[in-house]
């Protein structure tokens, strides 16, 4: 349960960051960010998943490129339902996409 717990407030802090870092990502403050961080893991785990089965041959084509695509999707649709969190461009939630990979990669290592 606190594993739980740390990897949505390490999610959070990601998102923060990903809004310091990429223009037209922004995130109002830790609340939000947390509110975000939690509809973004339930829309992977749902949507996300059907996407990426339905895409699946296409990402072994673009060797899983094309999943950051489906991830940017994802952080548009959180962004229309969450107060407080709002990407302004298709492109800015591509950018924040690869950057949230690569912050979740480097948390995942920090963590274990």
Known sequence: MVR???RWLLQAVALLIVAWLVP???VHNLASA???ALVIGLLNATLG???KLIT???GILTLGLFFLVINAIILELASGLVPGFH???FGAAFIGAIVLAL???LFEAIAD
């Open 4 to 6: 739980l717990l740390l």
């Open 24 to 26: 037209g990502f922004l």
């Open 87 to 89: 990407v302004a461009s």
């Open 103 to 105: 912050l979740h990669m």
């Open 49 to 51: 998943t059907l996407l």
């Open 34 to 36: 947390l509110i975000a």
């Open 56 to 58: 699946l041959p296409l």
